[in-house]
Protein backbone atom coordinates (compact mmCIF):
# COMPACT_ATOMS: atom_id res chain seq x y z
CA UNK A 1 0.00 0.00 0.00
CA UNK A 2 2.45 2.40 1.25
CA UNK A 3 5.01 1.70 -1.95
CA UNK A 4 2.92 1.93 -4.41
CA UNK A 5 1.63 5.61 -3.13
CA UNK A 6 5.42 6.15 -3.21
CA UNK A 7 5.98 4.93 -6.46
CA UNK A 8 2.94 6.93 -8.11
CA UNK A 9 4.59 10.20 -6.50
CA UNK A 10 8.03 9.80 -7.77
CA UNK A 11 6.20 9.27 -11.00
CA UNK A 12 4.58 12.69 -10.25
CA UNK A 13 1.43 11.25 -10.54
CA UNK A 14 0.39 12.15 -6.98
CA UNK A 15 1.33 15.60 -6.12
CA UNK A 16 0.81 17.91 -2.76
CA UNK A 17 -2.91 18.46 -2.08
CA UNK A 18 -3.89 15.04 -3.17
CA UNK A 19 -5.37 12.33 -1.05
CA UNK A 20 -4.05 8.65 -0.84
CA UNK A 21 -7.31 6.58 -0.15
CA UNK A 22 -5.93 3.89 0.75
CA UNK A 23 -3.76 4.86 3.25
CA UNK A 24 -6.41 7.45 4.15
CA UNK A 25 -9.38 4.29 4.81
CA UNK A 26 -6.47 2.44 6.84
CA UNK A 27 -6.11 5.55 9.68
CA UNK A 28 -9.76 5.85 9.45
CA UNK A 29 -10.44 2.21 10.01
CA UNK A 30 -8.39 2.27 12.91
CA UNK A 31 -9.76 5.12 14.42
CA UNK A 32 -13.51 3.34 13.85
CA UNK A 33 -11.98 0.38 16.05
CA UNK A 34 -10.64 3.10 18.35
CA UNK A 35 -14.39 4.50 18.71
CA UNK A 36 -15.87 1.26 18.87
CA UNK A 37 -13.54 0.11 21.67
CA UNK A 38 -14.25 3.45 23.55
CA UNK A 39 -17.53 2.49 24.01
CA UNK A 40 -19.92 3.75 21.15
CA UNK A 41 -20.96 1.13 18.14
CA UNK A 42 -20.07 2.37 14.48
CA UNK A 43 -23.25 0.81 13.49
CA UNK A 44 -25.77 1.72 15.24
CA UNK A 45 -29.68 2.01 15.03
CA UNK A 46 -30.66 6.52 14.21
CA UNK A 47 -33.12 5.57 17.52
CA UNK A 48 -30.19 4.54 19.67
CA UNK A 49 -29.38 7.42 22.43
CA UNK A 50 -25.36 6.99 20.98
CA UNK A 51 -26.24 7.53 17.38
CA UNK A 52 -26.16 10.98 17.24
CA UNK A 53 -22.72 11.60 19.09
CA UNK A 54 -21.55 8.66 17.59
CA UNK A 55 -21.99 9.74 14.22
CA UNK A 56 -20.60 13.13 15.03
CA UNK A 57 -17.55 11.02 16.49
CA UNK A 58 -17.17 9.29 12.95
CA UNK A 59 -17.68 12.32 10.77
CA UNK A 60 -14.97 13.70 13.01
CA UNK A 61 -12.47 11.08 12.10
CA UNK A 62 -13.58 11.21 8.89
CA UNK A 63 -12.35 14.51 8.80
CA UNK A 64 -9.19 14.54 10.64
CA UNK A 65 -7.36 11.28 8.69
CA UNK A 66 -8.26 13.08 5.50
CA UNK A 67 -6.24 16.14 6.72
CA UNK A 68 -3.58 13.93 7.96
CA UNK A 69 -3.41 12.08 4.80
CA UNK A 70 -2.98 15.48 3.18
CA UNK A 71 -0.35 16.51 5.63
CA UNK A 72 1.29 12.49 5.09
CA UNK A 73 1.46 12.77 0.71
CA UNK A 74 2.33 16.26 1.18
CA UNK A 75 5.26 15.67 3.38
CA UNK A 76 6.62 12.71 0.96
CA UNK A 77 6.49 14.63 -1.62
CA UNK A 78 8.90 17.08 -0.18
CA UNK A 79 11.00 14.17 0.44
CA UNK A 80 11.65 14.15 -3.03
CA UNK A 81 14.30 16.57 -3.11
CA UNK A 82 17.09 16.40 -0.24
CA UNK A 83 18.19 19.10 2.30
CA UNK A 84 20.09 20.86 -0.48
CA UNK A 85 17.47 20.98 -2.98
CA UNK A 86 18.90 18.11 -4.93
CA UNK A 87 16.24 15.22 -6.64
CA UNK A 88 16.81 12.08 -4.64
CA UNK A 89 17.17 9.04 -6.25
CA UNK A 90 14.46 6.10 -6.01
CA UNK A 91 16.06 4.39 -3.50
CA UNK A 92 17.18 7.32 -1.33
CA UNK A 93 13.64 9.22 -1.80
CA UNK A 94 11.92 5.65 -0.54
CA UNK A 95 13.93 5.29 2.44
CA UNK A 96 13.09 8.84 3.10
CA UNK A 97 9.19 8.42 2.04
CA UNK A 98 8.65 5.25 4.19
CA UNK A 99 10.43 6.69 7.48
CA UNK A 100 7.98 9.58 7.29
CA UNK A 101 5.43 6.98 6.25
CA UNK A 102 6.00 5.30 9.41
CA UNK A 103 5.68 8.17 11.98
CA UNK A 104 2.35 9.01 10.17
CA UNK A 105 1.14 5.32 9.95
CA UNK A 106 2.41 3.37 12.63
CA UNK A 107 4.09 5.76 15.31
CA UNK A 108 1.34 8.73 15.44
CA UNK A 109 -1.88 6.31 14.94
CA UNK A 110 -0.96 4.05 17.79
CA UNK A 111 -1.09 7.52 19.56
CA UNK A 112 -4.13 8.57 18.24
CA UNK A 113 -5.74 5.49 18.21
CA UNK A 114 -4.89 5.51 21.89
CA UNK A 115 -6.22 9.27 22.73
CA UNK A 116 -9.24 8.32 20.42
CA UNK A 117 -9.95 5.41 23.06
CA UNK A 118 -10.17 7.97 26.12
CA UNK A 119 -11.82 10.86 23.82
CA UNK A 120 -14.83 8.32 23.60
CA UNK A 121 -14.97 7.03 27.29
CA UNK A 122 -14.82 10.52 27.98
CA UNK A 123 -17.27 11.75 25.80
CA UNK A 124 -19.93 8.81 27.20
CA UNK A 125 -19.01 9.88 30.88
CA UNK A 126 -20.35 13.51 29.57
CA UNK A 127 -23.36 12.11 28.51
CA UNK A 128 -23.90 10.70 31.86
CA UNK A 129 -22.78 13.93 33.54
CA UNK A 130 -25.43 16.27 31.41
CA UNK A 131 -28.06 13.09 32.59
CA UNK A 132 -27.72 13.83 36.58
CA UNK A 133 -26.23 17.67 36.00
CA UNK A 134 -30.10 18.65 37.98
CA UNK A 135 -29.06 16.74 41.21
CA UNK A 136 -25.46 17.03 40.71
CA UNK A 137 -24.21 20.52 38.68
CA UNK A 138 -20.49 21.05 39.67
CA UNK A 139 -17.70 18.61 38.14
CA UNK A 140 -13.91 18.45 39.84
CA UNK A 141 -11.22 17.74 37.75
CA UNK A 142 -8.90 15.06 38.96
CA UNK A 143 -5.19 13.55 38.45
CA UNK A 144 -4.16 10.48 39.47
CA UNK A 145 -1.71 12.68 41.68
CA UNK A 146 1.56 10.30 41.10
CA UNK A 147 5.10 11.27 39.87
CA UNK A 148 3.95 10.42 36.06
CA UNK A 149 1.45 13.62 36.21
CA UNK A 150 2.49 16.60 34.20
CA UNK A 151 3.12 19.97 35.21
CA UNK A 152 0.91 21.57 33.30
CA UNK A 153 -2.07 18.77 34.52
CA UNK A 154 -1.47 19.11 38.28
CA UNK A 155 -2.46 22.79 37.41
CA UNK A 156 -6.23 21.88 37.10
CA UNK A 157 -6.07 19.18 39.59
CA UNK A 158 -9.34 19.71 42.25
CA UNK A 159 -10.73 22.54 40.21
CA UNK A 160 -14.28 22.90 40.38
CA UNK A 161 -16.65 24.27 38.06
CA UNK A 162 -20.52 24.05 36.89
CA UNK A 163 -20.86 21.51 34.32
CA UNK A 164 -21.95 23.99 32.22
CA UNK A 165 -18.97 26.45 32.48
CA UNK A 166 -16.91 27.06 28.98
CA UNK A 167 -14.11 25.58 31.21
CA UNK A 168 -15.13 22.30 30.52
CA UNK A 169 -15.02 23.43 26.75
CA UNK A 170 -11.71 23.56 26.64
CA UNK A 171 -10.14 21.70 29.87
CA UNK A 172 -12.41 18.50 30.04
CA UNK A 173 -10.16 15.26 29.64
CA UNK A 174 -8.29 14.15 27.96
CA UNK A 175 -5.59 17.15 27.49
CA UNK A 176 -2.62 15.39 26.13
CA UNK A 177 -0.89 12.52 24.64
CA UNK A 178 -1.21 9.54 27.23
CA UNK A 179 -3.75 11.69 29.61
CA UNK A 180 -4.75 9.76 32.57
CA UNK A 181 -7.00 12.72 33.85
CA UNK A 182 -10.70 12.34 34.81
CA UNK A 183 -13.34 13.98 36.48
CA UNK A 184 -15.71 13.34 39.36
CA UNK A 185 -19.65 15.06 39.38
CA UNK A 186 -20.71 16.79 42.69
CA UNK A 187 -23.77 18.11 44.30
CA UNK A 188 -21.43 20.59 45.81
CA UNK A 189 -18.40 22.03 45.07
CA UNK A 190 -15.58 20.84 46.93
CA UNK A 191 -12.97 22.11 44.99
CA UNK A 192 -11.22 25.07 43.73
CA UNK A 193 -13.66 27.38 42.45
CA UNK A 194 -11.20 30.26 41.44
CA UNK A 195 -8.37 29.36 38.94
CA UNK A 196 -4.55 31.13 39.64
CA UNK A 197 -2.69 29.61 37.04
CA UNK A 198 -3.67 27.63 33.79
CA UNK A 199 -1.70 25.68 31.66
CA UNK A 200 -0.06 27.79 28.31
CA UNK A 201 -0.53 26.91 24.98
CA UNK A 202 2.85 25.44 25.09
CA UNK A 203 2.39 22.94 28.03
CA UNK A 204 -1.01 21.92 26.63
CA UNK A 205 -1.59 22.58 22.91
CA UNK A 206 -5.01 23.93 21.55
CA UNK A 207 -5.20 20.85 20.03
CA UNK A 208 -6.74 19.09 22.61
CA UNK A 209 -8.52 22.06 23.75
CA UNK A 210 -12.01 20.14 22.95
CA UNK A 211 -14.55 18.55 24.61
CA UNK A 212 -15.88 15.39 22.52
CA UNK A 213 -18.83 14.79 24.43
CA UNK A 214 -20.19 18.25 23.87
CA UNK A 215 -18.76 19.16 20.03
CA UNK A 216 -18.14 15.19 18.93
CA UNK A 217 -15.04 16.42 17.62
CA UNK A 218 -11.57 13.95 18.51
CA UNK A 219 -9.73 16.99 17.90
CA UNK A 220 -10.25 20.82 18.01
CA UNK A 221 -9.48 22.13 14.80
CA UNK A 222 -6.41 24.19 15.66
CA UNK A 223 -4.66 20.87 15.45
CA UNK A 224 -1.62 20.25 13.06
CA UNK A 225 -2.59 18.45 10.63
CA UNK A 226 -5.42 21.44 9.78
CA UNK A 227 -2.76 24.11 9.32
CA UNK A 228 -1.33 25.87 6.20
CA UNK A 229 -3.90 23.65 4.55
CA UNK A 230 -5.12 25.93 0.68
CA UNK A 231 -8.08 26.96 0.41
CA UNK A 232 -7.74 25.11 -2.79
CA UNK A 233 -6.82 21.87 -1.30
CA UNK A 234 -9.89 22.07 1.27
CA UNK A 235 -12.07 22.09 -0.96
CA UNK A 236 -10.26 19.07 -2.60
CA UNK A 237 -10.31 17.26 0.63
CA UNK A 238 -14.44 18.49 1.06
CA UNK A 239 -14.68 16.75 -1.59
CA UNK A 240 -12.80 13.76 -1.34
CA UNK A 241 -14.55 13.39 2.06
CA UNK A 242 -18.09 13.40 0.11
CA UNK A 243 -17.23 11.13 -2.65
CA UNK A 244 -15.52 8.26 -0.24
Not at 150 to 179: M, Q
Not at 235 to 241: L, P, S, T, Y
Request: glycine fraction near 4%.
Amino acid sequence: MVERALKKIFDREMRAGDLDKDIWKYNYKRLLRAIEVGGIATDLDSDHPDYDLGEMIKDSALTFTAFKNHSNVTAMVNALTDENGKLRTWSKFKKAAKEISKDYNKNWLAAEYRTSVKSVRMAKIWQRIEDKKDKQPYLVYRTQQDDNVRDSHRLLHNICKPVDDPFWDEFYPPNGWRCRCFVRQRSKCNGNTEVTELPTEKQMPKAFRVNTGKSGNLYSDHHPYFDNVSEADKMNIDKAIGDL
